[in-house]
């Protein structure tokens, strides 16, 4: 097995769930450097964590270093240009969500990726809890039956210090609101396990927070299997939760969590005819394992042994940014948006917002 050599890339709010999961993988990781614009923040960082060189210049890093992977932990509109420069340098990326700001850029990402035979994943950490793959086990083993309706609803709430940090609340930096940063995460998680989705029609407001983006967005998501989501992405709520809750024929499966979930906040209520086969086989999760950047790192340090795609990337990837940019399109433009309409030469394509992103 060998042990990789990795670079953080930002050393802000986030960091600490990538230092625990680098820790929990430190027989596959030696973490070598940290790169903050922030001098201070970098070098505490670095000093608390034993990471022994501190960069304030993500291009410097990269040439020193030479990176095997490079985790991308910055605010949304910097994760494309230091994704091209990680890739070039010969690094596999691990980047927060948002990948990038647009379509556009993802596919510039894509064509980087092919350029340089290195690969970037996106941070999707509720996708590798063991209640998901237990469900998706259950449901390709078709116990669920087809999937009917969902409600995909994050109820967070972000105050005004929230959005006081400069890059959050501009289209130009964070890239939306709670539906490009905070609700990202479960209509991932939904697109994922229902399948291709064929047509959104959304509403977007901004109703209390003094900010560019949205405050909160409403969807109606139609599945290819006819299937039908309603979708809730709120920074306004006090009483917060994220709610995902899967209506198949068999059974309904839900999850209620904040940020992180265990099998314990996961719930599956079968009808009476079916209830004792699939209580059972709900029952065998083989483990309890949280669905983590550590999960996810596990599975990308596994991809990179194998040399191959790793998850969360590619196809799997662009899914949620096309996604997003098409719910953004249907608010704005008040007409439902079919997958696969944004194409380049569409407004939308260029930026989530419809207009440039250069304010
Ligand atoms: N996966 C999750 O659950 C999760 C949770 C929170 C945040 N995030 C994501 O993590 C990212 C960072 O969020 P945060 O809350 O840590 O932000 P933050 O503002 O706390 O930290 C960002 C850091 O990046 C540094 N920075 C900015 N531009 C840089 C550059 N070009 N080179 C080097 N350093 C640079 C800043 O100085 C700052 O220290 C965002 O994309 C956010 O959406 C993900």
């Known amino acids: 097995m060998s042990r990789y050599r990795v670079a953080l890339i930002g050393t802000g709010g986030i960091v600490v769930s990538h230092l625990e999961a680098i820790a929990a993988h430190s027989d596959r990781l030696e973490l070598v ?83 340089t035979g290195r690969y970037v994943s996106t941070v999707f950490q509720w996708r590798f809890g063991s209640a998901v793959e237990h469900l998706r086990k259950l449901a390709g083993e078709h116990l669920l039956g087809r999937p009917l309706v969902a409600v995909c609803q ?30 990202i995460h479960l209509m991932d998680l939904l697109l994922w396990l229902w399948g291709e989705w064929e047509e959104v029609q959304a509403t977007v407001a901004t109703l209390d927070r003094p900010i560019q983006v949205e405050d909160v967005s409403m969807a109606l998501v139609r599945f290819e299997s006819g299937a039908l989501g309603s979708i809730v992405n709120s920074a306004l709520s006090p009483r917060q939760e994220s709610y995902l809750r899967l209506d198949y024929q068999q059974a309904t499966v839900e999850v209620q969590a904040l940020y992180r979930y265990t099998n314990a906040n996961w719930r599956l209520t079968p009808l ?15 483990c309890d394992r949280m669905g983590s950047h550590e999960a996810q790192l596990g599975a990308l340090l ?33 007409q439902p948006v079919q ?3 944004i194409a380049p030469g569409d407004p939308f394509y260029a930026s989530m917002r419809g207009e440039p992103d250069d304010d």
Request: aromatic share 8%.
């Open 33 to 115: 450097a940290a790169v903050d614009q922030n001098a201070a923040r970098v070098e505490a960082v670095c000093a608390q964590a034993g990471i022994p060189r501190a960069y304030t210049d993500a291009e410097v890093m990269l040439a020193a270093e030479r990176p095997d992977l490079v985790h991308i932990l910055t605010p949304p509109a910097t994760h494309f240009p230091l994704t091209l420069a990680a890739l070039d340098a010969g690094a596999w990326v691990w980047c927060e969500k948002p990948l990038c700001r647009s379509l556009a850029e993802f596919d510039q990402i894509d064509a980087a990726e092919q350029r």
């Open 339 to 341: 997958r696969g309409s």
């Open 154 to 183: 994050t109820l967070w709430h972000r105050d005004a210090a929230y959005y006081a940090v400069p890059w959050r609340g501009k289209f130009a930096t964070e890239t939306g609101g709670p539906t490009a940063t905070l609700g």
């Open 272 to 286: 009476a005819s079916v209830e004792e086969a699939l209580t059972s086989a709900w029952r065998t999760i083989p």
């Open 302 to 334: 596994d991809a990179m042994e194998r040399n191959e795609r790793p998850p969360v990337s590619g196809l799997e990837a662009r899914r949620i940014l096309e996604f997003i940019a098409s719910l953004y399109k249907s608010a704005w433009s008040g």
